[in-house]
């Protein structure tokens, strides 16, 4: 059996659900949501200090640095030349060269622009960055996108935030066929079966922030999360049976009572 | 002097560095990056660093996002 860790860019994780730290009513909130999630990686976003605010705490004062990773993403760049300058902030910022590409093509669906993704992979992998994109649910782009040396592909279930779930599992099959670096199913999911769903595809992990932040109890999503993601992975491991259309009986079929 | 300091006019001591800039805004060193026209300056620097007039400034940090 493979081993029951995520191993991104040499570095093993004991979770495989990666979250947001979007939308949240509150920081308190969003700590306790983080916690019952069993997360350890999770993602940010990298903006301009509000200068109103000043002498004010910042999100980071409620995270402990020594409990979680930190990936940047490059959330609202629409070129790969403003997800590239996001993420020379973000590097100097965080003091990591982990980075969650993506470079959007259109606001209403947030798909990713594909063409922009490879030509900023590109130059960032030269940077000594490590790039995770955010991309499509294309198996030849993923494979490109391996090529380029990302260090993970990140297709998406279904558009940010709109909890349609994994709306083309064949086609994350076919990418987690293709490529050897971990497929990690990024944004669409709704609820906790969701996250199963993408775990008994065999995906290496899965991301999301608005199903948990979103949900009018986060901190029970969260665990519902958890538990969803460890349930698929666990099933994925397992093997299940296969899909038959007639009856197979689960009782012996001798020694039948009277006849 | 006049600076642009993420997308706002202000005025500063000639002479200023981006270490005073920070000081000035309260902002705290750690986990912020900043670039002076668009060329990122290194937390290293901060304090070699001097502003000119006009410059563009951007101070940027992480914040909630997925």
Redesign the interface.
Same mark, same amino acid.
């Given at each position: 059996m493979k081993s029951n860790k995520l191993t991104i860019a040499g570095k093993e994780y004991n979770s495989r659900l990666m979250v947001?730290? @979007?939308?949240?009513a509150t920081n308190e909130l $969003?700590v306790e949501a983080l916690e019952a999630s069993g997360a350890e990686i999770i993602? #940010? +976003? #990298?903006?301009? #200090?509000d =200068?109103t605010q $000043? @002498?004010k705490g910042? $999100?980071?004062d409620y995270i402990d640095p020594k409990k979680y990773t =930190?990936l940047?993403?490059t959330?609202a760049c629409y070129t790969a030349e403003e997800a590239i /300058?996001t993420c020379? =902030?973000? /590097?100097? +910022?965080?003091l990591s060269d982990l980075v969650k590409l993506e470079v959007l093509g259109d606001e209403k669906t947030l798909f990713p622009d594909n063409e922009e993704l490879l030509k900023a992979a590109k130059i960032l992998i030269a940077e000594g960055f490590t790039v995770l994109p955010y991309c499509s649910d294309d198996v030849i782009l993923c494979k490109k996108l391996e090529d380029l040396g990302c260090a993970a592909v990140m297709p998406l279930g279904a558009p940010?935030?709109s909890g349609l779930g994994i709306r083309n599992p064949y086609n994350i099959k076919l990418i987690m066929e293709a490529v050897s670096v971990p497929v990690i199913v990024d944004?669409g999911v709704g609820t906790a079966s969701d996250a199963t769903l993408a775990m008994e595809l065999g995906c290496d992990g899965i991301? $999301?922030?608005?199903a948990i932040a979103g949900a009018k109890d986060p901190v029970a999503m969260a665990r519902a999360m958890k538990l969803g993601v460890e349930a698929g992975r666990l099933a994925h491991e397992a093997g299940r049976i296969p899909r038959k259309l007639y009856a197979t009986a689960s009782s012996p079929l001798t020694d039948l009572i009277g006849s | 002097m006049q600076l642009v300091v993420n997308g706002e006019q202000r005025q500063m001591q000639p002479g200023s560095t981006v270490a005073d800039l920070l000081d000035e805004l309260q902002i705290p060193v750690v986990r912020v990056a900043v670039e002076v026209n668009l060329e990122i300056v290194p937390k290293a620097s901060y304090t070699q660093h001097t502003l000119a007039d006009r410059d563009r400034i951007e101070i940027v940090h992480f914040v909630g996002g997925g």
């Open positions: 947001g730290t @979007g939308k949240y $969003m993602t #940010v +976003a #990298v903006r301009r #200090v =200068l $000043m @002498g910042c $999100m980071l =930190l940047p993403n959330a /300058r020379r =902030l973000a /590097r100097e +910022a965080g940010i935030g944004a991301l $999301m922030n608005t | -």
